[in-house]
């Protein structure tokens, strides 16, 4: 079975309710571990390994989803690096074993959290109904069954332009200006270069 694996803040209960309601909506099967309930168990060694599973071991995980909110860079915890850390291990884990690492965050914010490496950035608005449908149909068509027709093409295949970043990624919102996910820094499409 299909299943993503959640990287996120467990404060960020807005965020992590509006995903899960997408997945349960279309049955994508997502895993939202965290370390500190992982008691007797060596954490580091079962999310890693769960993040590298492959179909062979019959629990698939496609990618890795990272939720960026305000729990990810200020965790209600004396211990942020924790947090921070364990974030970086799960993205390292995932795209050390090539699978795609989507990142999600919404417009309002830029968390400057950034992550080296991503495939896939989206931006949405958590109280719009809409984006809610357009997640849910995009997870189908690219998580679930990705060998379908695809009826949503990202809006740009985005190589950020600042020469120490390089980041190459989609892009699936209609937006012209965001921050890039791996360096942060503002990046406006110039719409004669869209493709
Ligand atoms: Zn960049």
Redesign the pocket.
Known sequence: MVSVFVSHSKDDVAIRKFFSEIFTNIGLKAKFMEWADLTGKYAGNVISKTIRAGILSGHDTSALFILLGKGVINPQTRTPQFTHNWISFEAGSAASCLKPVWVFEEFSDNIEFPIPFVTDYVNYNIDDVEHLRFLSQLFEQEIQYPTRVKNIKPHSKIK???DN???TYNYWNDHNSFN??????G?TINSSEQK
């Open positions: 950020c332009p600042y970043c390089n980041a890039c996910p791996v360096c942060r820094r990046i």
